[in-house]
């Protein structure tokens, strides 16, 4: 019988190898990152998926230093299945597998290649977008496709709830697909030609420039949420972390970018009215770096963030 391994550290994973199991095709090697790398974005350990299935796990920090390779060979797997792993497979672990490797992406490949693709696809405003199975080769994101699914984003959604959208479609692709996969009946194509790369992030990429519009600052936010590092401003001297905001569509105001103009009283939308390069913003959910997540509205009636002071200072 055919088998497969499963290379991954995100959230979704022990999720997924749940489901594969159930269906009858589980991992016969589950490849996952190291407790001390669970710093990373969306990190999730493999261990008590490992145990709950009975299956063998590797933990690397690096996938292609050998001991995967090792492991794959060992086992005799016929695919590789790789899923949110920072780094590239590559030879001779990737010709290894008599199937060929497979990884998911969060985007409409060939567009959107690259790093950071959930945070990337608010930034930009994209309304639609999809996850690609696709064979791994050489390059970062360029191999055939295999199949694509659609997910909507709405102008309400952070990255988390888009996070939650990509994860039920990796587990519905994984779970009909690696069958037939195994079972050598799928047809892949290329992609088309073209496309598009994007940068990568990093947690300092966060910095909020409050002269931008405050549609932008919004959108800013929403891409950062959690999993991911969060946008970030500064006020005394020290940094505070942003975690939600909402968009005012009406009004502007004179005051420079960042000032904190009022309380904003709402069942629904309560917090601090901020001034931007255009238009306003509500901060609700803010943190000081090292505490704990507070409610702006509170800070701004404790005198923390008082009326009229200027954040991003």
């Not at 968009?247 to 502007?252: A, D, K, N, R």
Request: glycine share 10%; proline share 8%; hydrophobic share 40%.
């Amino acid at each position: 019988m055919k088998s497969f391994a499963f290379a991954t550290g995100m959230e979704f994973a022990a999720p997924a190898v749940d489901v594969l199991a159930k269906q009858g095709t589980p991992p016969a090697l589950l490849i996952g990152y190291p407790p001390s790398l669970q710093h990373r974005s969306g990190y999730a350990p493999l261990q008590e998926a490992s145990e709950r299935h009975g299956i063998p796990l590797l933990e690397t920090a690096d996938i292609n230093d050998g001991h995967t390779y090792d492991e794959v060979m060992g086992r005799g797997i016929d695919l590789l299945v790789v899923a949110g792993w920072s780094q590239l497979v590559r030879e001779p672990l990737l010709s290894l597998p008599p199937l060929g490797a497979i990884g998911l992406h969060p985007t409409r490949l060939p567009e959107g290649r690259g790093r950071a693709p959930l945070p990337w696809t608010i930034i930009k405003g994209l309304d639609t977008s999809a996850v690609s199975l696709f064979y791994l080769d050489s390059g970062a994101d360029t191999g055939e496709i295999i199949a694509q699914r659609e997910f909507s984003v709405s102008r309400r959604d952070d990255v988390t709830e888009v996070y939650r959208k990509v994860t039920e479609i990796n587990i519905e692709l994984l779970a009909k697909y690696i069958p037939l996969l195994l079972a050598g009946q799928v047809v892949a194509r290329p992609q088309p030609a073209g496309g598009s790369w994007w940068e990568r992030r990093r947690p300092e990429d966060g910095l909020i420039d409050w002269s931008r519009p405050a549609s932008e600052i919004y959108d800013w936010v929403r891409a950062l949420a959690d999993p991911y590092p969060g946008a970030f401003t500064s006020f005394g001297g020290r940094r505070l972390w942003v975690h939600t905001a909402d968009l005012v569509e009406w009004g502007e105001s004179k005051a420079p970018a960042g000032t904190i103009l009022a309380p904003v009283w709402s069942t629904g939308t309560a917090g601090v009215l901020v001034a931007c390069g255009e238009g306003l913003l509500v901060v609700r959910a803010v943190q000081w770096e090292g505490e704990d997540r507070r409610d702006a509205l509170a800070m701004l009636e404790s005198g923390e963030l008082p009326a009229g002071a200027c954040l991003g200072t």
